[in-house]
């Protein structure tokens, strides 16, 4: 268990839908990732925030959104969507934003989104 | 960022040791050498950082030659648990891309009885 959350655990939705994706870190853990994985893209990162901020942007579409709020968890927005958005999405925390040469990032269980 | 190559697959027996190496050419003076385990449906789990030479913990060593363009990764005495997907990731965590990871396809490890 690495102590980082994510609800659902499942999520089964039509295309065109809105969905809410929720991340709780580990307790003291400042910053949040996202990643998707799906299975002709492998593991992509997303996004990331550090303390309420966003740091550092990767493969993220314009529909997908996300936010950190001043509790530390994480919430991402996906809109729109359609069916090749279906993948497992995952939830990372680390101590540290920036500053350190050591920055392990755990992850949570993941949250199976599968659009029909 | 530093593009990394490494092994589709690879097969092992029970009790062997095995060795996965990752090629950076392109690695940069502060990059970090860093990899990742991950069990099918299961997010990825840190398994080993380093910057050069050697490290080593409980699960597995490190070896970054001198001039830093590769890297491998020593299992000892694997196990049909040890069966996943590895990557290796280069990166650093301290500089514009504020830790966030680049994960290619891995190496499916797959170990038999």
């Known amino acids: 268990d690495s102590g980082v959350t994510q609800t659902p655990k499942h999520l089964i939705t039509a295309t065109g839908q809105r969905v809410t994706l929720r991340c709780s870190p580990r307790?003291?853990?400042?910053?949040v990732y996202w990643y998707q994985q799906s299975l002709d893209q492998g593991l992509q990162f997303l996004i990331q925030?550090?303390?309420?901020?966003?740091?550092a942007k990767g493969n993220i579409l314009e529909r997908f959104s996300a936010q950190q709020f001043p509790d530390l968890h994480s919430e991402l927005n996906l809109s729109s969507l359609e069916l090749g958005d279906s993948a497992l999405y995952f939830c990372?925390?680390?101590?540290?934003?920036?500053?350190?040469?050591?920055?392990?990032?755990?992850f949570g269980p993941g949250t199976r989104l599968t659009v029909l | 960022l530093a593009k990394t190559t490494q092994p589709i697959s690879m097969d092992s027996y029970e009790g062997q040791e095995v060795n996965i190496t990752c090629s950076h050419n392109?690695?940069?003076?502060?990059?970090?050498i860093t990899w990742y385990q991950q069990f099918p449906s299961q997010g990825p789990r840190f398994i080993i950082q380093?910057?050069?030479t050697k490290v080593t913990n409980e699960v597995a060593s490190l070896f970054i030659p001198a001039d830093r363009k590769s890297s491998t990764l020593s299992l000892p005495r694997v196990s049909l648990s040890d069966t996943a997907v590895y990557y290796c990731?280069?990166?650093?965590?301290?500089?514009?891309?504020?830790?966030?990871?680049?994960f290619g396809r891995g190496t499916q490890l797959t170990v038999w009885p």
């Open positions: 392109n690695i940069a003076t502060n990059d970090y």
């Open positions: 307790s003291g853990d400042l910053s």
């Open positions: 380093g910057y050069k």
């Open positions: 990372a925390s680390s101590v540290q934003g920036s500053g350190s040469s050591y920055n392990e990032q755990f």
């Open positions: 925030y550090y303390n309420g901020e966003e740091r």
């Open positions: 990731l280069v990166g650093d965590p301290r500089g514009s891309t504020l830790g966030r990871l680049y």
